[in-house]
């Protein structure tokens, strides 16, 4: 196992029936066992009488809460096979045609890409794009990793901060992790992996080229 792979990330890659049996497990232990098991204090068999029983939905559920990720996760990695030429001929490419690539589908979905302005000038920033008044941050020099986690993640949303930019898109052809994705969710960032390069690149080319801000 590797050692940077935290619980909520083995639960989901373990077998959905694996989680379902460790969940039941859990609250058969705190429905039904822990309430009656006694100890010497008084006050440590109140917290287990009346924690037990509480906990125990909360923890089950908890637990099963990484089966729609698994679920999610196995439908990706077979659209990921489906799309695996596509998806190859994309990691082919070197990293300036890459970012060169993805900031003309950004264009031609609605935004406009910043040039020679100070956020530019940043060796950290690959690409800076403009929709209305808002700046977004491009990050396109993960394109070759098979996965990316709550590191990069975190190191992009430090940068948008960093640049007072309103948002942030992290790009891979590979796929991104339970924990990345759950820390992402809410938050003003977009993470992109081989499948929806793909179809933001099909979508791209089905729509004209709107005018580059120099």
């Given at each position: 196992m590797k050692k940077d792979l935290n619980v909520i990330d083995f639960l989901a890659q373990i077998p959905w029936w694996v989680s379902v049996t460790i969940s039941?497990?859990?609250?058969?232990?705190?429905?039904?066992?822990?309430?009656?098991?006694?100890?010497?204090?008084?006050?440590?068999?109140?917290?287990?009488?009346?924690?037990?029983?509480?906990?125990?939905?909360?923890?089950?559920?908890?637990?099963l809460s990484p089966i729609t990720f698994s679920l999610?996760?196995?439908?990706?990695?077979?659209?990921?096979?489906?799309?695996?030429?596509?998806?190859?001929?994309?990691?082919?490419?070197?990293?300036?045609?890459f970012k060169?690539?993805?900031?003309?589908?950004?264009t031609r979905t609605g935004y406009i890409r910043m040039e020679n302005s100070t956020f530019t000038a940043d060796p950290s920033v690959d690409l800076v794009m403009r929709k209305s008044a808002n700046l977004y941050?491009?990050?396109?020099r993960y394109w070759l990793n098979r996965k990316l986690g709550l590191r990069e993640v975190k190191n992009q949303l430090s940068l948008m901060h960093k640049k007072q930019?309103?948002?942030?898109?992290?790009?891979?052809?590979?796929?991104?992790?339970?924990?990345?994705r759950y820390y992402a969710a809410g938050r003003p960032i977009t993470l992109l992996d081989g499948i929806d390069l793909?179809?933001?690149?099909?979508k791209a080319h089905s729509n004209p080229p709107t005018i580059i801000l120099n």
């Open positions: 039941a497990s859990f609250y058969v232990l705190l429905k039904f066992i822990v309430p009656y098991f006694e100890t010497q204090s008084t006050l440590v068999n109140e917290v287990h009488i009346s924690l037990g029983p509480l906990l125990a939905p909360v923890v089950a559920l908890a637990l999610l996760k196995s439908n990706r990695k077979k659209k990921l096979h489906d799309l695996k030429d596509e998806i190859q001929s994309i990691q082919e490419l070197s990293w300036l045609q060169e690539l993805v900031a003309e589908a950004y941050l491009v990050q396109c930019a309103s948002g942030a898109f992290l790009l891979t052809t590979g796929i991104f992790t339970y924990e990345a793909v179809e933001l690149l099909d």
